[in-house]
């Protein structure tokens, strides 16, 4: 579905508005959703799938997930999230989790950044080298 410059900009600024403190309110974007569809303005099915574009996409920045092959100590635990939230700021979503086929090391994706210190990867790039 193609949607319209005046949409795009439409859907950004109900975006930024939703925005407090440089985070997403969920009651801010639900009232603008709600208040778009009750008013109907022209283009509204643009804007609202722009809108769900941005706030999906803000999400994704704000969602950390950290795989070990075993269980993370409470210690490295805490010192990732105070890691990631100095680089990547306040409202970070962080979870953890085992993926025993990284044999040892972690493996760390916040949004679309990945940074991969496993074992299962240092064997992958040795492998494609030779």
Do not use: W
């Amino acid at each position: 579905m193609k949607v319209s410059k005046q949409a795009r900009r439409d859907a950004k600024q109900l975006f930024t508005r939703c925005k407090v403190n440089g985070l997403l309110d969920d009651d801010r974007v639900r009232q603008a959703v709600s208040a778009v569809i009750a008013q109907k303005p022209r283009g509204y099915v643009g804007i609202l799938s722009r809108l769900h574009r941005l706030v999906r996409l803000d999400l994704e920045r704000r969602t950390a997930r950290i795989e070990s092959a075993v269980a993370a100590p409470e210690g490295l635990r805490s010192s990732l999230t105070s890691n990631l939230t100095r680089r990547y700021g306040a409202g970070l979503n962080i979870s953890f989790g085992m993926n025993p086929e990284l044999i040892g090391g972690l493996r760390v994706k916040v949004g679309s950044d990945v940074f991969d210190g496993s074992v299962k990867a240092r064997l992958s790039a040795l492998e494609e080298s030779f």
